[in-house]
């Protein structure tokens, strides 16, 4: 976001590389699109659905005080979808078992390096990711000063190799793309989830495997710790929504107390 309060976002779409900016209008009702470079006509034609147009909470029935105090309250929440598989699978891969500095460390060495200047007058330093043939032929030795060890970069790699098998996956149901996405070797149900949340808009998929997720539902829902097992039972009520309750439960800003040191992160880089 720039000072003027417009999002900027740049993509690899079917159509080539591109740059978004959107801006909201004071009626708050409308938004004013701007794009540029060889995707920018794919980037106006989805944007409906990257705003969460085709999201429809139709049948999610908030039965928990919290849920619908925030269901209320934040009355225009929607699941957007991007439309764009790879895009999606390679952040939530770098995320894998680090902290979030870590892998947007990571996400940014990889985008100065690899990536391309990002078409139209963007703020300065907007890159566009790598292609799926420039993902693949990233040697391990630039994976390792990025801080991305070797587990995660063949995920990434196997990912890319087979990237339009996984974009056909948006055109699929939800039990096809998730064995399609966890065909990929490295890519568990935490990803895949993560995957189909952001490229899909799948307002179901629950992040199963997430080291704080469980605890942050079950403090919000029943002010108690749970694990992954207790996590889905709670979600179960709201089956073909449980991520749209997720998404709630994390804008209720609702986290239980802190027991012991913070996640130490880990410096792939030097070792």
């Known amino acids: ?31 004013e699109a701007t794009a ?7 980037l106006l034609d989805t944007l409906p659905l990257l705003l969460g147009a ?14 619908r105090d925030v269901a209320a309250r934040r009355s225009g929440v ?22 979030g500095t870590e892998a947007h460390r990571s996400w940014r060495e990889l985008l100065a390096r690899f990536g391309e200047p990002a078409p139209g007058p963007g ?11 420039q993902w693949s032929r990233i040697p391990s030795w630039e994976w390792h000063r990025a801080g991305v060890d070797g587990r995660r970069s063949a995920t990434v790699v196997a990912a890319a190799r087979c990237a339009g098998r996984l974009e056909e996956t948006l055109r699929m149901s939800p039990e096809k793309a998730w064995r399609r996405l966890r065909a990929v070797p490295g890519v568990g149900a935490w990803t895949a989830a993560e995957v189909r949340q952001r490229a899909h808009g799948d307002p179901d998929a629950v992040s199963v495997g997430d080291f704080h997720l469980p605890a942050i539902v079950g403090w919000a829902l029943e002010r108690r710790r749970v694990d992954d097992a207790g996590m889905l039972e709670l979600l179960a009520p709201y089956a073909g929504h449980r991520h749209r309750v997720v998404r709630l439960v994390e804008l209720s800003g609702l986290r239980p107390p802190r027991r012991g040191p913070r996640f130490a992160p880990a410096d792939h880089r030097w070792h």
């Open 1 to 31: 976001m720039t000072p003027d309060g417009a999002v900027w976002r740049t993509a690899r779409t079917p159509q080539g590389t591109g740059t978004l900016r959107i801006a909201g209008q004071a009626s708050g009702d409308t938004v």
């Open 54 to 67: 085709d999201d429809d909470p139709a049948g999610f029935l908030p039965m928990h005080p919290l849920l």
């Open 123 to 133: 703020p300065l330093g907007m890159r566009v990711v790598p292609s799926p043939s």
């Open 78 to 99: 929607r699941i957007p979808r991007t439309g764009l598989v790879l895009e999606a699978l390679v952040p939530a891969v770098l995320e894998q078992k680090v902290t």
């Open 36 to 42: 540029w470079g060889e995707g920018a006509d794919w």
